[in-house]
């Protein structure tokens, strides 16, 4: 049955509201909820005419974050929230498109002053066969014990993506580390969410058994170990392949893929693992939900054995219901990447319809 375009957004709302009423009423006690999103300040972060900015690669003015303004990771550093986001350029004359990695800081959490230049970006290094045209995309954000910020962000060289690690002492001056796994060059591989405490609000890494352990992937999430953050070596199975920790679902809202979210929250009694799940759009659809709909998931897991999956929600908490959230660079796309407590309170961050950035947040 046709429906004006009005009638079936209200539709698809009306059924999202039901569902999602459904996951609360039912959720588990280990479970993050509920999560609100914040009407009266998101987006928090949109497309804006910068101040142009001269790209070391083309030479070129650019206005670095026009065109998108995506996926932030969030810290807590003396008292104030800190983003990391990825912004996308719209130059006519440089590469179009290409990502950097911008910095916004806020008080509250919810109004954030940006920094006029971005802090991490494509340049005359030995990242740059990685890095350009695609550019930097997505980071995560943990702390170290002796106050170093470590990223995982994406390297995209229009074909490839792949998982590197960058460092600061301040996030503002950066150094980049090269591929989290270059054993591997050709692998694709992104979205490395490394398992965390969270002190003082932000992502702290968490030892499990003498190592710091990162979920990454975005068909599978995988698991990768390391001593120091820096140096990183995939977990395999018994047969050599990469070990798969969460896998998509037939008929459930992550039936296409799932995808790593913030840094993971480590407790004595299990892992929190916010993740990010695709629809299918063939026959292993759920058919609660639109085709190609991204949502947001949890599942909580063994806080001594990251491999081990205890518990799954069936369906996503966080979906996309606002104009801001349904129209975009890709349509009906909520994607979390940050996660922060501030304020006795869980502020959650994340991408919409890779355009925007928004922010709901879980009270005490």
Not at 265 to 287: F, P
Request: one cysteine or more; a neutral charge.
């Amino acid at each position: 049955m046709y429906l004006p375009m009005r009638a079936a957004t209200l539709l698809l709302w009306l059924t999202m509201s039901c569902i999602s009423g459904q996951i609360l009423a039912q959720a588990p006690a280990w479970a993050l909820l509920p999560f609100v999103k914040v009407d009266s300040v998101n987006p928090i972060l949109q497309p804006r005419w910068s101040p142009a900015w001269r790209d070391p690669i083309s030479g070129q003015e650019v206005h670095w974050m026009s065109h998108n303004v995506l996926n932030p990771a969030a810290v807590v550093k003396d008292g104030k929230l800190y983003l990391l986001f990825r912004a996308q350029d719209s130059s006519a004359q440089a590469p179009s498109g290409t990502s950097r990695i911008g910095l916004a800081y806020s008080s509250d959490g919810l109004h954030f002053h940006i920094h006029s230049t971005p802090v991490l970006y494509p340049a005359h290094d030995a990242l740059l066969r990685y890095e350009w045209p695609g550019g930097i995309e997505d980071p995560r954000v943990v702390k170290r014990e002796d106050g170093l910020y470590v990223m995982t962000y994406t390297a995209y060289d229009g074909h490839t993506a792949r998982l590197c690690i960058a460092s600061s002492r301040d996030l503002l001056h950066w150094t980049k580390h090269g591929l989290a796994f270059p054993d591997t060059p050709n692998l694709w591989s992104k979205s490395g969410a490394i398992i965390s405490t969270y002190r003082e609000g932000g992502p702290v890494a968490q030892k499990i058994q003498g190592k710091y352990w990162m979920y990454w992937g975005d068909t599978h999430i995988f698991l990768a170990s390391s001593s120091d953050l820096i140096h990183w070596h995939i977990v395999r199975d018994s047969s050599g392949h990469l070990l798969s920790v969460l896998a998509p679902r037939p008929h459930h809202f992550d039936s296409r893929l799932v995808e790593s979210g913030p840094p993971p929250v480590w407790t004595t009694h299990g892992i929190l693992l916010i993740y990010n799940g695709m629809n299918a759009a063939d026959s292993m659809r759920d058919t609660a939900w639109p085709p190609d709909m991204y949502g947001v998931g949890q599942a909580w897991i063994d806080p001594l054995h990251p491999q081990r999956v205890l518990h799954r929600l069936t369906s996503p908490f966080l979906i996309p219901e606002k104009t801001y959230e349904l129209h975009g660079q890709v349509n009906r796309v909520c994607f979390a990447e940050g996660l922060v407590r501030l304020a006795g309170k869980w502020f959650l961050y994340y991408g919409t319809a890779d355009s925007r950035v928004a922010v709901a947040v879980l009270q005490p």
